[in-house]
């Protein structure tokens, strides 16, 4: 069975300061997608950024990027430079079908 | 379009009633996810469609949901004889091809909040 664990319920973080968001997964599948998902408080679900897991190198999208270790089975999520407009849920996913329960941050100015 | 459609935005319904959900993928857009979320926490999964035909309906419950993709029609999720716990925010997405080892054009829609009372 596949799952998605983040371990953070909630998180804080100064404004202009990087965080990062932990993901662990269990997977037996050798291919996969790890994707990571923004919902802020009006519900919308916005897609960040994707892994691959036999992409070589770390996934880079603006200020996110993924700490992506394989042997590990994590991919945990940093944000560089945080912006209060970063305050929402996090969900850490893979491929479509199992997501995590979700990381709630706040960024605090 | 552009976009995933859902409809309605909001819907309330009595216990007991029956409540239909829709979702018109981007065109061009072969397969179809629905999505339930509890109370902004929980995402599960419910099913999938590869064009009309179930690809997977692994997270559906047995009783009272059901699902079709019709050609040239929005796609629909429907609940027979709601409940209070089904009250949630139902998503859809949908994607050009199976999004396994990539997320190429994989939308979310803006959901339906469902409110049983």
């Known amino acids: 069975a596949q799952k998605i664990t983040q371990t953070q319920p909630g998180m804080f973080v100064q404004e202009k300061e990087a965080v990062t968001l932990d993901c662990t997964y269990d997977t037996s599948d050798q291919s996969y997608g790890l994707f990571w998902y923004k919902q802020p408080s009006s519900g919308e679900m916005i897609f960040l950024i994707y892994q691959g897991s036999y992409d070589e190198q770390n996934a880079t999208e603006g200020r996110y990027s993924l700490n992506f270790q394989k042997a590990r089975k994590s991919a945990n999520l940093v944000i560089s430079a945080s912006q209060l407009g970063d305050s929402a849920m996090y969900f850490c996913?893979?491929?479509?079908?199992?997501f995590g329960p979700g990381t709630r941050l706040s960024v605090l100015p | 379009g552009e976009e995933v459609a859902q409809t309605p935005k909001h819907l309330v319904r009595g216990e007991g009633q029956k409540a239909k959900l829709y979702c018109a993928p981007i065109?061009?857009?072969?397969?179809v996810f629905w999505y339930q979320q509890v109370l902004k926490n929980e995402f599960k999964f419910l099913i999938s469609f590869q064009n009309e035909n179930v690809f997977d309906e692994t997270g559906m419950p047995k009783e009272r949901f059901s699902a079709k993709c019709l050609p040239n029609s929005p796609c629909s999720l429907e609940i027979q004889a709601t409940k209070l716990e089904d009250s949630a925010v139902y998503f859809c997405a949908s994607s050009p091809i199976f999004p396994r080892q990539a997320n190429y054009g994989y939308t979310f829609g803006s959901g339906t909040r469902l409110t049983v009372v």
């Open positions: 996913a893979m491929r479509v079908f199992v």
């Open positions: 065109k061009g857009h072969s397969y």
